[in-house]
């Protein structure tokens, strides 16, 4: 009897597998076809590759991918600038007087840049190549070319060179605004002059300003991440872990001048407008509001009615200026721009930056608790809306002679508060006078200068000069009285 129960069991087990099998066959084999797992069994596909989310842990994120596609489109770049020393000889002076000869010396520099063309365009920063002689580009796979500056802009450190060369590997832009606290970035540089060295971080704060850039019209809104950076890796790329550019990384905040622990990038969609508006007219279409800013405190929140310190504080409203037109007035504090909310002064800085002389944008602002939006037509440094090319008024270039306000520590080392600094030199009157790059010009017709807009406007529009005085690049001084008219 229990043979017969053994036996029935295993007859009744049979058949229920055969039942089993036959029903997965017919049924769910044959509409696999049109649904597939989303689940465990989808780990089997050979073309499944998971998705990396915010959820996982840091350990899990891959970074070879973005690696491979930056590392070959970063390169080296050198340069060379040769300085006219002054040198004295104490046996001669004793005889002679004071007599002195130039003795040159060349000073060689380097830092990294980005290709973000086939056609052989690159991103670095101004700090890289200002004041050099020579430009050099060398690529990841030991190629080297002469490259040509197509224009540079101090206020946001950003330079743009050019190399004749095609079908190279190049790095696509991403979005800098999508960034979020915490995401992995790499940055791709020279440091030390070792080519290719890659780094990784995360994003530790954006919108950071840091007082480095030595510009009137300075634009600071850095990422800040802790991937290390050195010198060398001036001009480098930031990519995220797609391997997309995020950053032009530019500098560190560093007791030793080595890493420290915070590295900076200028943000992607800043230097985009910035690469644009160089190839394009050669010059940056600096837009601008018309008002003097700085930061909220608790004091001017309170002041304005407002119930959290955010946005920036309208300090001065500039006569015939876009914003007096608009309405806006001393005390008010702006809070967005075209709709993008305003947290600091930086941040107002970058969004205005973002826009050319012309373009119309809103500004909302709140005063006395009420908050106002308006429409503004922006306008450029000189108070138009017009675009300004390369070598036209408005770019710095006066009697064919380029010439930027002089930086802080120019004015401390030559002990004047004033001036402008001679940086191209091209035909026109100053070269025939026998003024070089290097120069300073401290006054025009009698009076003191401090931008390119001075000399302009003291000349009758570089029509007539009558008198100039400066520094020479050996640091003596000069002075001319004659008359005549410029071209």
Known sequence: MKGKTIVSGILIAIVGGIVALLTYTNFVEKNDSGIKSTGPQ???????????????????????????????????????????ERSYNPIIEWFYGDMYRQVPREVRGYGSGVIISSD????????????????????????????????????????????????????????????RLGEWVLAVGNPFNLTS?????????????????????????????DAALNVGNSGGALVNTDGLLVGITTAIVSPSGAYAGNSFAVPVNIVKKVVEDLRLYGAVQRAVIGVGVNEVTAEIAEEAKMNEIRGAHVTEVYENGAAREAGLKEGDVIIAVNGVSINSMSELLEQVGRYRPGDKITITYIRSGKEVTVPIVLRNIENTTGIVKAGEAGSGVVFGAKLEPLTAAEKRNYRVDYGVKVTEINEGRFRDLGIRKGYIIL?????????????????????????????????????????GRGR
């Open 42 to 84: 989808a780990l089997n596909d050979t073309n499944y590759r998971p998705v990396l989310t915010s959820y996982q842990q840091p350990g899990n994120v891959d970074l070879t991918y973005a690696a491979d596609l930056s590392v070959h489109a970063v390169v080296h770049v050198r340069t060379s600038t040769t300085f006219s």
């Open 197 to 225: 060295t890659v780094t990784a971080g995360i994003v530790s704060a954006k919108g950071r300003s840091l007082g480095i850039i030595d510009d009137n019209y300075r634009i600071e809104s850095f990422i800040q991440t």
């Open 120 to 179: 052989g365009y690159i991103i670095t920063n101004n700090h890289v190549i200002d004041n050099a002689d020579k430009i050099s580009v060398k690529l990841n796979d030991n190629r080297e070319f002469d490259a040509k500056l197509v224009g540079r802009d101090p206020s946001t450190d950003i330079a743009l060179l050019k190399i004749d060369a095609d079908n190279l590997p190049f790095i696509n832009y991403g979005d800098s605004d999508k960034l």
């Open 443 to 483: 006054s025009v017709n009698g009076k003191n200068v401090s931008d390119a807009s001075d000399v302009r406007n003291y000349t009758n529009n570089g029509q007539n000069l009558t008198s100039i005085e400066g520094i020479q690049s050996n640091g003596t001084y000069f002075s001319y009285q004659f008359g």
